[in-house]
């Protein structure tokens, strides 16, 4: 479902660039003021293609990175379904604790989206849709009439790209298997965390999945799930580093969404002990 949901993003900034009354300008001022909340609760959704929507319309100027990063956290892949099947199991997870961590990854969210936005005004480099097509050479101005087909077409390119990836990387997840990956991650505070973190920034609904499964199983504690799951944004880095050229932008962007949730994982760690 990643797909369609991309393709509903680029329909959305052809319709943007050719509409006399709405832009880019009058969205991302909108995302300044309420984007964040949204974005924080879009991402409770269990479909990575919102993140990737959400890296699109960043990189086209028309949300700001606070919105983007408020996606990020609190996409969960994997989580909420396979949390929802182990009810029925032994596992020990409740509603209450399933409502208690999808909201709080909201929360957070929520929180770093609008700190970002506050404090990263240095990410407001000039973007436009105009000249993101431009640079995809995607002819959208000689498409007049077809939002549709310009938009198709943005979809496709990034189809094959995000098709090429994940096959690479379960390919890998297949020939590594991914119980010995959950099994290096020691349940350990501090280092479990920062392991975590940073194996959460692998692009694959796999990821998901591993952490999920290894806290339900006992083999991660809390914090390790917040730190694994915050920075495990789904699709969005993948498109993220597609679409948008500023390369500064797209470091300091995995830098946060790394940082930020080794420190959440490790307070959640404080806390629950």
């Given amino acids: 479902l990643s797909i369609p949901i ?14 006399s009354r709405l832009n ?4 991302r001022r909108y995302s300044r003021r309420a984007g964040p909340a949204l974005g924080g609760l879009l991402g409770i959704v269990p479909q990575c293609g919102i993140s990737g929507a959400a890296a699109t319309l960043f990189s086209t100027g028309s949300i700001t990175v606070g919105t983007m990063l408020a996606v990020f956290f609190a996409t969960s892949d994997e989580m909420l379904p396979i949390f ?10 409740s509603w209450k604790a399933i409502v208690l961590i999808t909201l709080s990854k909201a929360a957070l969210g929520i929180l770093l989206g609008y700190l970002a936005d506050l404090f990263g005004r240095w990410f407001r480099a000039q973007k436009s849709i105009h000249s993101f097509c431009e640079r995809e050479h995607c002819d959208c101005d000689e498409e007049e009439g077809s939002v549709f087909l310009a938009a198709l077409r943005h979809t496709l390119k990034i189809a094959v790209m995000l098709i090429a990836v994940n096959f690479a990387l379960n390919l890998l997840f297949h020939y590594i298997g991914v119980e010995r990956l959950s099994g290096t991650v020691l349940n350990r505070p501090v280092l479990g965390e920062l392991i975590l973190a940073l194996f959460g920034l692998i692009p694959n609904c796999s ?14 504690g809390l914090g390790g799930l917040f730190a694994g799951l915050l920075s495990n944004a789904g ?4 498109v993220l ?13 995995v830098a946060i969404l790394y940082g930020f949730s080794v420190l959440a994982g490790i307070a959640v760690t404080l806390l629950a002990g």
């Fill in 241 to 253: 580093l597609r679409t948008n050229r500023n390369w500064k932008e797209n470091a300091a962007v």
């Fill in 207 to 220: 990821v998901s999945v591993v952490v999920t499964e290894s806290y339900l199983s006992g083999v991660l």
């Fill in 24 to 27: 880019e300008g009058l969205l």
């Fill in 235 to 238: 699709i969005g880095l993948l």
């Fill in 84 to 93: 929802l099947s182990s009810l029925t199991e032994s596992s020990g997870i």
């Fill in 6 to 19: 991309l393709f509903l993003a680029y329909l959305l900034m052809e319709l943007l660039e050719r509409s």
